[in-house]
């Protein structure tokens, strides 16, 4: 048996293990940092594959920590998305704020499992804190509930869930969790917007409804729901004799930041008694901003709510949450363990495994508890406030420019957009050749570690997407990236008629 110590305890030599190695681990993470002024360093797949070929076996006999961390940080650390670089700003993939960096180091330390009381006794109560405020935060009432989770997908397969067994319990009388599917099982629907996260499909595939049961309704030209396409669709499925349960709405989509009419769709699903669900992964945090909370007017209707806060809320991934405006419902997910303390419940010790997909589950709520109690409502306000701006200045910006075409007004941080080439080469069919560029463009500025930019398409056309979550982003940074574009696509077009 070895002697080195492997766990943190009371003895001294372990807290000086303990000691070294967060800072071994801290050193580590500030020089790979500082080392860069780019948010990657343009290791193409192929050279890190390589990398790691050298670096591939399990040891039989360990060697020291330190050894450990410097081939990870020159493997690894050296080739990741800086995700606090203000032009690595391709994804909903935030800059993680300091406090939840130092709650993690809390939170793997004392390694708390928020199923059971017993394994998590403060800790318990530090969650159901949060999901008091984040209830109030969103409207919802003293009969409200929610959990967190690991992010958008598995509170979205939640909300899909409950409203599925609901809808089945109120309908056909009949316990989903004991029976399975009902035989209308097949002809369940959950309508969603063409601009829906694809997690919604993903989760109605999981819970046997199949994709066939998402019916995707139009969006207008800001790339809402389209409220007339809704009740079109909704008429024409009564008319096959098909039966819609669900109406999930998106607060944020993940493209265009593009919010769907949640009071009009509350009014709809009321009309045709569907379980509406609210996608707000991104869209969410808003609800911290005095300027733009209005733009969620609404959700405080919403049946069930996704939030994710490794998103807007700059928490380390994973943290997510799951809300309920009625906590009953959370008994079509309910099971019984033995060993989780069954009799608890009739002494009022919470055991939070009730509301949740997971058993073992991360105390993840005290990255985001920590947060605000260190920086606060007024400032988190003031961060999204400034990047919605930012995105606002950068639409402009796009604008000015000839070879930019804007393809929708930011509606929060996202801005999609396409480099417009100034010439076409004979051989070449227009499109075809505007979506390589654009295509090229991309991993150009990754390749020189210039910026990482996202790709996406627009009515089937390659374009390029910046998602400005960073508050340190300014709008020379942008500005630089718009130089840079023009130079590349200038480039292109040489080497190509040459
Ligand atoms: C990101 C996102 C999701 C998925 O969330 P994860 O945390 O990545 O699982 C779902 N819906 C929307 C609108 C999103 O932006």
């Not at 372990?14 to 002024?37: C, G, N, P, T």
């Not at 948010?39 to 990398?51: D, K, N, T």
């Not at 935030?94 to 330390?109: H, K, R, S, T």
């Not at 700059?314 to 008994?331: D, T, V, W």
Request: proline share 4%.
């Amino acid at each position: 048996m070895r002697t080195e110590p492997l766990f943190l305890t009371r003895k001294s030599e372990s807290e000086k293990k303990f000691r070294d190695s967060v800072r071994m681990a801290q050193e580590a993470i500030i020089r790979s940092f500082s080392s860069l002024d780019k948010p990657y360093s343009g290791l193409s797949p192929e050279q890190i594959s390589e990398l790691w070929r050298e670096n591939n076996t399990v040891p039989e006999y360990g060697q020291s920590l330190e050894a450990v961390i410097e081939r990870v940080a020159s493997n690894v650390l050296s080739h990741s998305a800086v995700v606090t670089h203000p032009t690595c700003i391709a994804h909903l993939h935030c800059p993680p704020f300091i406090a939840a960096i130092a709650a993690e180091l809390l939170i793997a330390a004392t390694n708390q499992s928020m199923d059971s009381w017993d394994q998590s006794m403060a800790a318990t109560f530090v969650e159901e804190q949060l999901i008091r405020w984040l209830c109030e935060l969103f409207g919802y009432t003293e009969s409200s509930d929610g959990v967190f989770t690991s992010g958008g997908t598995q509170s979205n397969l939640m909300g899909l869930l409950l409203a599925r067994d609901a809808a089945i319990a109120h309908r056909f009388n009949w316990n989903v969790q004991q029976q399975g599917l009902p035989p209308e099982g097949g002809k369940l629907r959950i309508l969603c917007s063409e601009a829906a996260h694809f997690s919604i499909a993903q989760s109605a595939a999981l819970l046997g409804l199949g994709q066939q049961a998402v019916v995707a309704v139009k969006t207008d030209e800001t790339y809402r729901m389209c409220t007339v396409d809704l009740e079109r669709t909704l008429d024409s499925l009564k008319d096959q004799g098909l039966i819609p349960f669900l109406l999930v709405a998106t607060a944020g989509t993940t493209d265009y930041g593009s919010i769907d009419p949640l009071l009009s769709l509350r009014a709809i699903a009321d009309t045709r008694q569907l379980w509406l669900h609210v996608d707000a992964a991104y869209g969410g945090a808003l609800m911290l901003s005095k300027q733009h909370q209005s733009k969620l007017a609404g959700i405080e209707l919403a049946d069930s709510i996704t939030v994710d806060f490794h998103k807007l809320f700059y928490q380390p991934i994973s943290c997510g949450a799951f809300m309920l405006k009625e906590r009953h419902n959370f008994r079509w997910m309910k099971l019984h363990a033995d060993y989780l303390n069954p009799h608890d419940e009739a002494e009022h010790i919470p055991n939070l495994v009730g509301k949740s997909l997971q058993t073992t589950r991360r105390f993840d709520s005290l990255k985001l508890y920590m947060s605000l109690q260190h920086i606060g409502t007024n400032v988190f306000g003031e961060i999204i406030d400034y990047t919605i701006e930012l995105s606002e200045q950068f639409a402009r910006r796009l604008e000015e420019h000839q070879q930019f075409e804007l393809l929708h007004e930011p509606e929060i941080n996202a801005v999609v957009f396409r480099y417009v080439p100034s010439y076409i080469p004979d051989h070449y069919d227009a499109d075809t050749w505007s979506d390589e560029l654009n295509a090229y463009l991309r991993e150009e500025l990754l390749g020189q570690g210039v910026a990482v930019l996202a790709r996406t398409r627009n009515k089937g056309r390659a374009c390029l997407k910046v998602t400005l979550l960073n508050p340190e982003t300014t709008i020379a940074d942008l500005q630089f990236i718009i130089d840079q574009i023009i130079t590349i696509g200038r480039q292109y077009h040489l080497e190509e008629v040459r």
